[in-house]
C-alpha cells in the first residue's frame, strides 16, 4: 500500500522546537517530491515547503523561512521538517504530501495542492504563547 506517515506533533511552548517526520512507504525514494503543508481549522491549507530528489535546494514559505529546514533521509524513506523558534501562529495540523512518480517540486507553483497525489493523515502542532 502506497501511503504516507506523519509524527512527531504536540504541545510546545513559544520559542521551542519540534521535529516532524514524515515515512513513506509503498514507493521508494529514488525519485520524489515530498512537500509540507499545514491548515488551520476555517482557513485554506497552506504550503509549508517542499523538498525533491532534483532539485538543488528546498522550497519554503516566506511565514517559515529562517525557521524551518526540511530535509530528506532517503534510506529510510524519511522527510523531515525541523521546525525551531515557534510561534503561536504556527499553531496548525501539518499535513505531508507527495507528487507520485516525479522528482521534482510542483512548477510553477510548489504550494499548488491539486499537483500533490498522495496525502498524509496529518499531525497536530499546538504552540503555546
Known amino acids: 500500500e502506497v501511503q504516507l506517515v506523519e509524527s512527531g506533533g504536540g504541545l510546545v511552548q513559544a520559542g521551542g522546537s519540534l521535529r516532524l517526520s514524515c515515512v513513506a512507504s509503498?514507493?521508494?525514494?529514488?525519485?520524489?517530491?515530498i512537500g509540507w503543508f499545514r491548515q488551520v481549522p476555517g482557513k485554506e491549507r497552506e504550503g509549508v515547503s517542499c523538498?525533491?530528489?532534483?532539485?538543488?535546494?528546498?522550497y519554503y514559505a516566506d511565514s517559515v523561512k529562517g525557521r524551518f529546514t526540511i530535509s530528506s533521509d532517503n534510506a529510510k524513506n524519511t522527510v523531515y521538517l525541523q521546525m525551531n523558534s515557534l510561534k503561536s501562529e504556527d499553531t496548525a495540523v501539518y499535513y505531508c504530501?507527495?507528487?507520485?512518480?516525479?522528482?521534482?517540486?510542483?512548477?510553477?507553483?510548489?504550494?499548488?495542492?491539486?499537483?500533490?497525489?498522495?496525502w498524509g493523515q496529518g499531525t497536530q502542532v499546538t504552540v503555546s504563547s
Open positions: 523538498i525533491s530528489s532534483s532539485d538543488d535546494w528546498p
Open positions: 509503498g514507493f521508494t525514494f529514488d525519485d520524489f517530491a
Open positions: 504530501a507527495s507528487v507520485l512518480a516525479v522528482s521534482a517540486c510542483p512548477r510553477p507553483d510548489w504550494t499548488y495542492i491539486p499537483s500533490y497525489d498522495l
